[in-house]
């Protein structure tokens, strides 16, 4: 399936990701956040959302919407 929103995370976005997850700073929900960001990044890892729905425990959907919100709003990711 074609990806509607690329993710192509920068070094500041991906150092952010990994202090979160190192610290586990905040919620579970953001520190899941997180790990999902670096999996679906196109410079990382690149999983295909399906890979990511079945590693965290979630439906593709909520994928697919986690990348659309970085697109578009790429500060409110961890809000």
Known sequence: MNKKYIVRLTEEERATCHAVIKKLKGSSQKVRR???????????????????????????????NLRKRLVHHPFLIFG
């Open 34 to 64: 997180a790990q999902m960001l670096l999996k679906t990044d196109a410079n990382g890892p690149a999983w295909t959302d399906e890979r990511i729905a079945e590693a965290f425990g979630c439906r593709v959907q909520t994928v697919e």
